[in-house]
């Protein structure tokens, strides 16, 4: 793919959570042979802070992420390791 994913993941979520804190990670390297690594889609680490977590449950965060990165879960994305956390957990 000639994008930056990790720019794109981060992009997303910035427009959509604004984020205290954010970091991505591209794991793709350490899945070189799986089947999603095949497909051309990549494994992607986030660790993010944000007030919008505040009261949500760990499902309801990742679906808000989930959301914030619409069609990259399907066209660049082939897995996501999320540690979501709102400002006063960390």
């Keep these: 793919m000639p994008h930056d994913r990790v720019a794109l993941i981060k992009d997303r979520l910035n ?4 984020p205290e804190s954010l970091e991505v990670i591209d794991e793709s390297h350490l899945h070189a042979g799986h089947a999603g690594a ?7 680490s986030v660790t993010i802070v944000c007030d919008k977590f505040a009261g949500q449950n760990v499902v309801q965060r990742h679906r808000m992420i989930y959301a914030a ?8 994305i082939h897995a996501l390791s999320i540690d979501a956390y709102a400002p006063d957990e960390i």
Excluded: R
């Design 15 to 18: 427009a959509a959570l604004a």
């Design 38 to 44: 095949k497909s051309g889609k990549g494994h992607f």
């Design 69 to 76: 990165l619409g069609d990259a879960m399907q066209t660049d």
